[in-house]
Every structure is written in structure tokens, then in C-alpha cells.
């Protein structure tokens, strides 16, 4: 299996994203759950005692009400209301003018007598009662001063006694409350109160109702919606909608009464009916456009007469308004934050990165032994650059270590990733032996030191010459130079190269020697033989210490031919097989032949033609 | 095109079934509210009864001609003009057996020498009446003016009432047409503001029994009702004269009931009916058969029935042409003269 690598800095970079990332989305994801939550429950609180409070106002506005028609029936003790008309008129009035929400108050006796004080379509005093046995009505349209502004007078045909208001009080002993219904003379929604007025010997003798708009009750809901957040509305037993945050946009009424919860608009929780019916008293509502709700329901105490409830309906848009705002914000600065680190992380990432590849990069060239690279030392990251010194020191060392081993056996070492081992082969190689004539001779005109330079000089001339055309050094002998073609690197027509890179070598050498001449120095005459034959090569010698060398006959003859040069003053001597295999491109010369030693026959010997 | 059938159709049966409508207009405080349910009750009609503070207003309503009125109870002063201008519909008095029942003296005045418009409903005075308790003795129109009454007296509201009372108190007829003794009772009238606390013709007896008033110029009905309540107030005919009105009611041209108006004129006619609102509003009737039936105490109150002395030193407010256009216009002004005063003393 091979494992996927990734630059360092997109690594570094994708790291640091990644932390940042995680940690922002966390803390955004947590933040907006929990303010959620808390958000939620708080609007719970709020809104139960919003409801509360509603329902108080609600029962106690009821309430005052209902204390007005005790009081109006106290007022007047005796049982024909016609009696006392003008009084029961004047506190009517009054209860009218002190409390907005009564729509109308009357009193209606056993004798169908009946008196009324109403605030709509105008504010009008009312009186029915018989007059030569026609019932006749009139009514007195009120200034605000009371003063009288008109009269109308005619023949009833209201009845008070065949009324609701009247029947259900008469049959009670204590107060009847309606449902809530559309005022027929107002429009206006609202409820009749009733009290039955009993006498001191238990008789009733007359009943005192009060028609209730509820119509202020939407009004006071409405102020509510912003606290809230969201709508509220009030339901009778039945579900008809009393009042309603939203009541002055949709039609209240539905052929004349009051709209009931299911037959609403569906943009106004029109399909909220079936879930009030089956569920409990909060939860969540989803409306068919999708906007999805929180609604909770509170029920109106059971010391008041009806089970009217309030339900309080809030968008969770709304009320996550705020916190989706602070979100996207955190959202927007996190980003911000997020490019801002990630352009610093991603500069880091590549000053660091940057000396680290170079240094892979030279690492990579080392393996190959391109050893001639420059190799940065400049990092200030402490462990880089311990690492870029080792590189260094390593570069060096390599360097040093080519001149002692061929070059090509490190590289073929190192890329093979093999260790140097005991053992050889036997291969056909092309053996070189070459040596300087006289060099006893010459080595005692000069002093050591400058021998050594001097030859050394000399090695630095031919080596590489040999070197360049693929040959392997194996060992300097004194002034002598053993070297092979054909491994470690296997090569095409190693005879051929090794006798270019002789011809070469004398070349050169005369050039240098002319030189040398010029500048004092001795001239070296240099005698080279050359062999083509089966050779043992590879690594002798103990674990600490190897040499890559080669063993055998063909090192003899080449050293053999080499001395020959001198029989004959040619500088360059070729076996048989080497000139066999060289003589189609280079011109030789057939010199001699001789018995080589351990050999039968005789092999001839050539010279290169012009050398 | 159906629902269009159902709509005439039902429009017609209603229209067909509509009960008649019989319109009054009249002064506040002076009908017998049983009066009105009577006549509803015995002709099955429906009344509308609508009241108006003074006759500027029935003046301003009744011109418009929009109202549809079918009677009215204008003052003396304006019905000449209503006749002139044809505002009036002839009364048919065979229509109004009972019409024999008014005194002699009350019919044929100038502003109608026949009695072809009107029939006469109540006539009465103004005087001043005060708080004798908290008053030095009022014996005169010019009284008003003492410094000691400052802001004190409830006047009226009807322009001709005040100028007529501002007239005699400098000795000239209530029903005068020079426009400079209008301009001089104009300039006298100014003068009085500051003892003025009140301008209304509205409930007039709450001023006295409520609001702590001790002066005003009222009518004698109005000022009947406050001594019979509290005994402390005291009635006075001013010694330059009081002014005396004539109150009757007339048939509006427009009128759409015309039949049902001479009905119901019939019907206050009538002894029994006439002496019931009489009491009740407690002016002096024209009716000869009513007074008869009235309780001796208001035959002999003396503020309803002032001694023919008194009587024959007042002057009947009446109509003054084209002087009334002048009238209206310094009233106009002394009202606004008097506004700009009290909000700047408040």
C-alpha cells in the first residue's frame, strides 16, 4: 500500500483550517442552541404573563360590570322599574359614561316594562312601557351633558320577557353570562351579563342586563403583539374567536356571528382548529404556508363563569430573528477571522515549507550523487537548519568519498539501497594499466613535496579523462593507474572507450607536458596497456574496510603489455582481443607477438596509428 | 336579476308598510314627553321630536329646508319674515276644532293679523332673576351693569333676547331698527362682559340649582322652576319693561305630513292636553279652556301670570326687517369679543 503524501504546506494550512473551522462552528452551533432554548423559554414566561394578565383584565372588566347591575338593581327596590325611571336612568348614565366597554345597560320588569341607557348608534336613553295597553317605546337622544337632543316616539314590538338575557337570568338565582355574539344595532362584538333581582321574599321581580364590547379586548391584545412576538387570541367555549390581536384585518363575522377558531383565514391559524382540539395546551404549530409557531394556550379560572381561553401564537422567526442576526455576524467575523489566520498560517507554512523542500529537493540530488548543488543554509527554524548542516556535511562528505570510491558503484549503492557487501563477479572488462616511464629516475631530481604535486597534478590530468569515458579507477600503484570498463556499469564496447580514453590521455598529456616543460617541470612519458578479458571484480577485503577492485589475469597482461611499450617506444599497447574489437574504427598496428605467461599460444600485439 | 326582482319588491312592501313619520321641531324643555306617546299611540304613527337651544338654531336649520320638518315653534320676531318668505304653509284651523279654545287677546297679532300661520303655544317674559341671599336688590335692566355682579350673570343665547334687554336698559325698543341705537346697545353690551360668567339657553334652572349662578336673564318658566326649588332666588320685571314672547307653531312648507301635523296641532289644543303641558313646562298658555284646568297654585303664580300692569309696560320681542342682519353681525362680534376675554382671563 502506498501512502498518500501532501505538501507541507497545504498540511500545516489544512490543519489550522480545519481547528479554526471547528472550533467557530462549535462555538456559533452551541451559541445559537442554547440562546435558542433560553429564548424560548423566556418568551414562555413572558407570554403566560401576558396571558395572565389579559385574562384578569378581562374577568375584572367582566366583573366591574356585573357589580354595576347589582348595584342598579339595589338602587331601586321597588319591583315596577316605570317608578323610579328617571333615577335608574341617571345611574345608568353614569355607568355608561364611567366604563367604555358597556355597549348598552336596561332593566326589564315582570310587567315587560323596560329601560335603557345605550352608548351606539347613538347615546340614547330608552323606555318601553304600556300606555292605553299599546306598549309604546321612546327614545331620548342624549348630549354628552345629558340634556336631551331628540325624542322618538312609536309602538313597540320588543318584548324583553321572550328575550335570552331575560329567560335565562329568570331561571337562575345568580348571574348569566352569553356567549359571545355581533351586536345586531353595533356590529360590535360582545356579551350580555344578566342578574335576576330578588325581592326580600325570594321573588324576582326583575332583571338588569348589560351588553359588553369585547372590541377593546382585540385593541389591548393588539398592544400586546410587540411584547409577545407573536398573536394572541381570545376563544369562547365554543371556539368563537372574542378577540384577537389581528381582529381589525379579517372579518369578524360569518353571516352575522361571531367567527369561529376553524373558519379564520388560514394566513391567520385558520388550521390551527383540529390541534387545539386533539393536542396540549402548547406546542408547536406549523401553518400551510410552512411558517412554523410556538402557541401555548391558557385556560380562564374556573371562579369565573366561562372557559374562554387565550392562545398566544409566536413565529419562531421572530423570536429567532435576533439570534439568527447574531449568528450570521458570528458567521461573517468567523470567516474574517478564518481567511485573515489562514493567510498568516499559509505565509508560515511556506516560509517553513520552503527551506524543507529545498532541502528534499537536494536530498533527492544527492541520491543520485549530483553532488555539485548549492544547499541553503539560512533557515531560521533551529531543527532545519541543524538539518540543512547535515545536508551539508553529508554533501561534503559524498564529494570526498567519490574520489576514494567510483562514483557510479555510490550512486548504483545508493539507489539500489544495498549495502556494500563482500563479493564479486567475474565479468569481461577492459583492464588499462598505465605507469610513467623512468619515474624512479625522474622522482630523484625532485624533492618529496614536490613529487607528490606533481603527480598528483598528473592523476588530476588523466583521471578524469578516464572518469569521462565511463572508466572506473580502481587503484593509483605509486605513478601507476589500474582502471576497468565495463562495471560497475555495464557499457557497449568497453574496449573501444578505454582505447579513445588512452588516445586521449596521451593527447592531453602532451599538451601538459608541454607545459610542465615551460614551467620547470619534468616531462612523464606515460606507457599504457590495455586488455580485454574475463575479470573478477567486485568488493575485497575485511567489513570495516572494502575495496571494488578486480582480481585476475587480465590485470597481469595489461600490465605485461604495458611494459612492452617500452621494447617497442610506442605509447599505447592492445592486446589482440581488444584490437579485434576496436579495429574497424581505430587505425592499430600489429607490433608483435608474444607468449604470455600460463598461455599456449602467442598473442599479438598492436599500437593505435598515430599516437 | 332576481336579487334586483327581490329588491323592488321588498322595497315596495316596505316602503308600502312604512309608518308615518310626523317631525317637530321645538325648543328644549317644553313638550309633555306623554304628549308625544299619546299621539304616537292613538294614530299609530312614529313622532320625531327634535329640540334646539334657541331660535338662531331653528333659524339656520329650518332655512336650509333640507330637514323635512313638518312643525316648528318659532318666536314672534321671526315668523314675519318666514311668511314673506314663504317658509309656511297656510293653517287649515277647520282642521282644528279646538282652535276656539285660545284666548282672544293672544291671536291676531301684527306679525300674523289673521292667525293664518299660527297657532300660539306659550308666551312668557324675560326678566332677571337672582340670589337674594347673595344680591343687593335687582330693580332694573341696567342693573346688570354694577360692578358688584362681575362674573356672575347667565345671559341667553338668542341675540335678539340680549340686544332687546341691552336696548331697554338705555331706553330705547327692544324692537329697535336704528342702527345707532343697535351700535350704542352693541358698545353697552361690551361693557358687561366682565360680569358675565355664562352665555346658555341649556338647562337653565342647573345654573342656579347646580352651578352656584346668582344672576341671569331667564325666561319665567325657567325662573319658576329654580324658586319653586329654591325659594331664596327672586323673579324681577326689570322697571324699564320686560320683554314679553309669543312662542307658536307653525307648518313648515316642507312639511310631508301636513295632515298628521294638523292632527297633532288639534291634539295640543285640545283643554285637558294643553293644561298637562303647561304644567309640565310651566309658561303662561294662551289656552283659555286649559287655564281653566290648571291648579289654582300656577293660575296665581305670579311669575307665569304677571299682573296686566307689568304686562302692558313690556314689549313683544318682534321681527326688525333688515336690521337683523345688523343684529347678527354685532352679536357675532360681541361673542367673540366675549371668547377672546375669557380665555384670556383663564
Known amino acids: ?109 315582570e310587567d315587560s316594562n323596560f329601560i335603557q341607557a345605550r352608548r351606539k348608534p347613538a347615546f340614547a336613553t330608552r323606555v318601553i312601557e304600556t300606555y292605553e295597553n299599546t306598549r309604546m317605546e321612546l327614545f331620548e337622544f342624549k348630549n354628552s351633558d345629558y340634556t336631551t337632543r331628540a325624542m322618538e316616539t312609536y309602538i313597540s314590538t320588543y318584548n324583553p320577557l321572550t328575550r335570552d338575557w331575560y329567560e335565562n337570568a329568570n331561571q337562575k338565582d345568580t348571574f348569566y353570562w352569553s356567549g359571545p355574539y355581533i351586536f345586531a344595532s353595533t356590529g360590535q362584538t360582545g356579551i350580555t351579563i344578566a342578574y335576576p333581582n330578588i325581592d326580600e321574599y325570594g321573588k324576582k321581580t326583575k332583571v338588569a342586563a348589560a351588553d359588553i364590547t369585547v372590541d377593546s379586548i382585540s385593541d389591548f391584545l393588539r398592544t400586546q403583539t410587540k411584547v409577545v412576538g407573536g398573536d394572541l387570541i381570545l376563544l369562547g367555549v365554543n371556539n368563537e374567536v372574542i378577540a384577537a390581536s389581528f381582529l381589525d384585518k379579517i372579518d369578524k363575522q360569518v353571516n352575522g356571528k361571531i367567527i369561529t377558531l376553524k373558519e379564520l383565514p388560514l394566513e391567520y391559524y385558520g388550521g390551527f382548529a383540529p390541534l387545539l382540539a386533539s393536542s396540549p395546551l402548547s406546542g408547536d404549530y406549523v401553518d400551510t404556508k410552512g411558517d412554523e409557531y410556538i402557541y401555548d394556550v391558557s385556560t380562564f379560572p374556573t371562579t369565573f363563569s366561562k372557559r374562554w381561553s387565550l392562545v398566544t401564537f409566536v413565529k419562531k422567526d421572530t423570536l429567532l430573528a435576533s439570534v439568527r442576526n447574531t449568528v450570521n455576524e458570528m458567521l461573517l467575523i468567523s470567516f474574517v477571522i478564518t481567511v485573515f489566520f489562514l493567510s498568516i498560517i499559509f505565509y508560515v507554512a511556506t516560509k517553513i515549507s520552503s527551506p524543507i523542500i529545498k532541502l528534499a529537493t537536494a536530498m533527492q540530488h544527492l541520491q543520485k550523487m549530483n553532488l555539485d548543488i548549492n544547499i541553503e543554509d539560512n533557515s531560521v527554524i533551529k531543527e532545519i537548519k541543524v538539518a540543512q548542516n547535515s545536508l551539508m556535511s553529508l554533501q561534503s562528505g559524498l564529494e570526498s568519498f567519490k574520489k576514494y570510491m567510483p562514483s557510479e558503484l555510490v550512486k548504483i549503492l545508493i539507489q539500489t539501497n544495498q549495502e556494500a557487501k563482500i563479493g564479486g563477479s567475474e565479468k569481461h572488462l577492459a583492464v588499462m594499466f598505465t605507469d610513467i616511464e623512468s619515474f624512479t629516475t625522474i622522482s630523484e631530481t625532485m624533492s618529496p613535496e614536490d613529487l607528490m604535486i606533481h603527480l598528483s597534478n598528473y592523476f588530476e590530468e588523466l583521471v578524469p579523462i578516464i572518469m569521462s569515458h565511463k572508466g572506473t579507477v580502481d587503484k593509483y600503484i605509486g605513478d601507476a593507474i589500474l582502471a576497468f570498463w565495463g562495471a560497475p556499469l555495464e557499457i557497449e564496447d568497453p574496449c573501444l572507450v578505454a582505447v579513445e580514453a588512452a588516445i586521449a590521455m596521451q593527447k592531453r598529456l602532451e599538451i601538459m607536458n608541454d607545459q610542465w616543460e615551460r614551467e620547470g617541470k619534468p616531462r612523464f612519458k606515460t606507457r599504457i596497456g590495455i586488455h580485454f578479458g574475463p575479470t573478477l571484480v567486485g568488493n575485497v577485503g575485511s567489513h570495516e574496510r572494502l575495496n571494488y577492485t578486480i582480481i585476475g589475469d587480465s590485470v597481469n597482461i595489461a600490465a605485461r603489455l604495458e611494459g612492452i611499450n617500452k621494447n617497442f617506444g610506442t605509447k599505447i599497447m592492445i592486446s589482440e582481443v581488444v584490437n579485434t574489437h576496436i579495429q574497424q574504427r581505430i587505425a592499430t598496428r600489429y607490433v608483435d607477438s608474444i607468449l604470455l605467461k600460463g598461455k599456449t599460444e602467442e598473442t599479438k600485439m598492436y599500437t593505435i596509428e598515430g599516437v | 336579476m332576481k336579487i334586483l326582482i327581490w329588491l323592488l319588491i321588498s322595497t315596495v312592501i316596505l316602503m308600502g308598510n312604512e309608518e308615518k313619520i310626523l317631525k317637530i321641531y321645538n325648543y328644549n324643555d317644553y313638550m309633555a314627553n306623554r304628549v308625544l306617546i299619546k299621539f304616537a299611540q292613538e294614530h299609530k304613527v312614529k313622532v320625531w321630536y327634535e329640540l334646539y337651544e334657541n331660535n338662531s338654531v331653528l333659524n339656520e336649520k329650518i332655512t336650509q329646508e333640507k330637514e323635512g320638518f313638518d312643525l316648528a315653534c318659532p318666536s314672534a320676531n321671526f315668523i314675519q319674515s318666514y311668511i314673506q318668505k314663504g317658509m309656511l304653509q297656510k293653517i287649515d284651523k277647520t282642521k282644528l276644532p279646538h282652535f276656539t279654545n285660545l284666548q282672544f287677546s293672544i291671536l291676531n297679532q301684527s306679525y300674523d293679523p289673521e292667525n293664518l300661520y299660527t297657532v300660539p303655544y306659550f308666551w312668557g317674559t324675560l326678566g332677571i332673576i337672582y340670589d337674594t341671599s347673595k344680591t343687593k336688590p335687582i330693580v332694573s335692566w341696567h342693573d346688570l351693569w354694577r360692578k ?84 331664596i ?114
Open chain 2, 233 to 346: 332666588f327672586s323673579y324681577v320685571y326689570p322697571k324699564e319693561g320686560a320683554l314679553k314672547w309669543i312662542d307658536s307653531f307653525v307648518l313648515l312648507k316642507n312639511s310631508k305630513e301636513p295632515e298628521l301635523a294638523h292632527l297633532f296641532l288639534d291634539a295640543i289644543l285640545e283643554a285637558s292636553t294643553s293644561a298637562m303641558i303647561a304644567e309640565e313646562v310651566g309658561y303662561a298658555t294662551p289656552n283659555k279652556e286649559a287655564y281653566k284646568q290648571l291648579n289654582e297654585k300656577t293660575q296665581k303664580n305670579s311669575i307665569i301670570y304677571p299682573l296686566q300692569t307689568i304686562l302692558d309696560k313690556s314689549e313683544i320681542l318682534l321681527g326688525v326687517g333688515e336690521c337683523n342682519d345688523l343684529y347678527k353681525e354685532y352679536w357675532d362680534r360681541f361673542t367673540k369679543e366675549y371668547e377672546n376675554t375669557k380665555k384670556g382671563t383663564k
Open chain 1, 1 to 109: 500500500m502506498k501512502n498518500k503524501t501532501y505538501s507541507f504546506t497545504f498540511s500545516l494550512t489544512f490543519v489550522f483550517a480545519s481547528l479554526l473551522i471547528t472550533s467557530f462552528v462549535s462555538i456559533i452551533l452551541y451559541n445559537y442552541f442554547k440562546t435558542s432554548s433560553d429564548l424560548y423559554a423566556i418568551s414562555k414566561n413572558v407570554n403566560k404573563e401576558i396571558r395572565n394578565t389579559v385574562i384578569e383584565k378581562t374577568i375584572a372588566q367582566l366583573e366591574k360590570v356585573a357589580t354595576h347591575l347589582k348595584v342598579l338593581c339595589k338602587a331601586d327596590n321597588s319591583s315596577d322599574i316605570l317608578k323610579n325611571k328617571e333615577n335608574t336612568l341617571k345611574i345608568m348614565w353614569e355607568q355608561l359614561n364611567s366604563d367604555e366597554t358597556i355597549a348598552s345597560i336596561f332593566v326589564a320588569d
Open chain 2, 148 to 231: 358688584d355682579l362681575q362674573n356672575s350673570i347667565l345671559i341667553g343665547s338668542d341675540y335678539r333676547d340680549v340686544f332687546g334687554f341691552t336696548l331697554k336698559s338705555l331706553g330705547y325698543s327692544a324692537n329697535s331698527q336704528h342702527p345707532d341705537e343697535i351700535k350704542q346697545a352693541y358698545e353697552k353690551l361690551l361693557q358687561l362682559i366682565p360680569n358675565i360668567k355664562a352665555i346658555g339657553s341649556n338647562s337653565v334652572p342647573k345654573y342656579f340649582l347646580k352651578d352656584g349662578f346668582s344672576v341671569g336673564v331667564v325666561f319665567n318658566g325657567d325662573a319658576k322652576m329654580v324658586i319653586e326649588q329654591q325659594a
